[in-house]
C-alpha cells in the first residue's frame, strides 16, 4: 500500500500533469524525495528503493522533457526540522541518553550543528521552479549542507 501511494501515485499523478503540460508547451514538475536514495539503508529496505525509484524518474523523464517545454527534476533534501525528526531525536534520546530533552545531541554531527529548516528547502524548490533555473532538468538536487559527499549517518 505505502509503495502504491509513494511511488506508483507519483508517477501517475505525473503522467497526468506532464499530458497537461505538454499541451501547453510548458511546465515544471518537482518531487521532494530523501536522501534514502542514495544512503541505502537495510533497515529502511522499501524507502530507500521507493526513493531510488523517485529519484530515476525525474532524470529520465526530465532528460527528454525540455523537447515539450517542460522541465522535470528533483529535491533530495537531507535532515530537516519537521515534527517527525524532533519526534524520532527525542524518542531516540530517551532511549539512548536517558533524557528526551538531550535530542539536540543527536544533530551535533549535521553541517552548522542543526538540520536544515524548512524555508531552507523551501527556498531550493521556488527556485528550481521559476525561470531563473530555465535550464535545470533531470537532476536532483541534493539539499543537506554537504552532508551526503561527507559520509557516516545520523545516530
Known sequence: MEWDLKVLGYLNVSRAYHAAMQKRVHGVII????????????GYIAGS??????????????SSSLEH???VLAVSPGAVETERLVTLM??????RLGDAKRRREFVNGL?????ATLEEV???????ASDCASYMSGIVITVDGGRNARGGSLT
Open 69 to 71: 517545454g517542460i522541465r
Open 31 to 42: 518531487k521532494l524525495t530523501g536522501l534514502a536514495a542514495d544512503r541505502l539503508d537495510a
Open 111 to 115: 553541517p552548522l550543528g542543526n538540520p
Open 122 to 128: 523551501a527556498n531550493v524548490v521556488v527556485f528550481a
Open 90 to 95: 527525542r524518542t531516540r534520546a530517551a532511549d
Open 49 to 62: 528503493s521507493g526513493n531510488a525509484g523517485l529519484s530515476a524518474f525525474p532524470r529520465t523523464l526530465g
